[in-house]
DNA sequence: CGCTGAATGGAGTAAGCGGTCCATTAACTC
DNA sequence: GAGTTAATGGACCGCTTACTCCATTCAGCG
């Protein structure tokens, strides 16, 4: 539910706090609308109502701001797919969680795509910092649906030869692929194609007798 | 195999479009690498031995040298997929081509991503035509797939609740998503995971029974 | 209350950016 | 081979950018 790093910043009163806030979730709005590059400082400023040089107080450089941002988005896009996201135990509940996801884009006019995903795709050649903490994220997600299909195997709702954590990431990347594709062609198709066929194919995964138990 | 534009332009000499191909190619280069933001004028200037105002000779500006890019960066990718990509109407040939692709990323050591949609992700909310151009590149790469999945299901391979057209789309975005968790992860255990997960799905809509004629 | 350090405002800078202009040279046409 | 047009080189411009500096104000704490 947080990710949030100490700086080793000098300490925050209540108002730096605040301030602080006001200008990283300022930057994560205008970095997912208009991109990192797209984003100037001097718009951050405006936006969060704060003068140049706040910024560099709080943070070191536009770097140290981006990595505030993928920290929060992280955060929010986790937060948002909640309480669904941690109980993916189930076809049912996949399909719930499939269902918000599309929503969810259809909502926002399937703009924007993933914001931990564009971030990723701008980030990764140019800033390894920024492209681990993308990854990390990308690990959190991966771990909840893993855990969701793991609980289904353990129960033995899922077939001996089923690999929960290979269908999770293979579920994250049609998750990720179809956002991309969303964002790109401005339809939901292509979304709802990619998680109706990891789920199906999940589906067939799933034990088909009940009791499998006695000879 | 081409989509290159006519694009209004004074008539070309034979050096003219040389010098116009040197500009685009690096400039498609660099992009790739560094990104479109990421990539100045000048840097393309340098890499193709050019002076300034011959890249305003041949694009009128960088959105124009910017589509010009995404033009020769989809003939690249979709040429370099040849033949397979042509030819995918069996499960061999479908494990064939992801073969193919995780061999390419893991080529490149992982880095870069899907050159199509690193630059879909960074251009679809701030470039209209771009994002347009791209979303056509996509289309002409679902079709390939679409083709040989079609092909497949007119040979009576598929079974008929199968939908060749969904298909394709769910494939492309588990090729778009393990491509950009690749480029994330520095690995490619998410795309051969996507793409096999598709792949096996495909392969249990494949009809068992191999003569269905008679009651 | 008064000290310390954080919070703030705003002017300022140096570099890099996309883009322009124009004079010169090379390539095609008749 | 003269004339037309494309190709080229390079100086140049205005703007935006990330980032700095310093003086001032405010918050917390004994």
């Known amino acids: 539910m947080s990710t949030e790093e100490a700086t080793a910043a000098p300490r925050l009163t209540r108002k730096g706090m605040a301030t602080r806030g006001r200008i990283v979730t300022a930057a994560a709005e205008l970095m997912f609308e208009r991109g990192v ?10 936006a969060a109502g704060v003068s140049p040089s706040q910024v560099y107080h709080y943070f070191g450089d536009k770097g140290a701001l981006v990595r505030a ?7 929010a896009v986790l937060d948002a797919q909640e309480p ?3 109980r993916l135990d189930s076809l049912e509940a996949l399909r719930a969680w499939r269902d918000f996801v599309v929503a969810l884009q259809a909502g926002r006019g399937c703009a924007g795509g993933c914001p931990i995903g564009s971030l990723g795709s701008e980030l990764a050649e140019t800033d390894q910092a920024a492209r681990e903490d993308v990854a990390a994220g990308f690990a959190r997600w991966g771990q909840s649906i893993h855990d969701g299909l793991q609980a289904m195997y353990d129960r033995g ?20 692929g179809g956002l991309l594709l969303t964002q790109i062609r401005r339809d939901t198709v292509a979304l709802e194609a990619g998680l109706d066929a990891m789920l199906d194919h999940i589906a067939a995964l799933c034990v088909t007798a009940p009791e499998p138990t006695g000879p």
Do not use: M, N, W, Y
């Not at 941002?69 to 955060?75: G, H, Q, R, S």
């Not at 030869?161 to 998750?175: E, H, R, S, V």
């Open 84 to 86: 669904l996201l941690s």
């Open 69 to 75: 941002v993928i920290a929060v988005t992280t955060d």
């Open 157 to 176: 709702e899922l077939r001996r030869d089923a690999d929960p954590g290979q269908l999770a990431l293979a579920t994250l990347a049609a998750l990720q």
């Open 37 to 46: 590059a797209g984003t100037s400082l001097e718009d951050v400023q405006k």
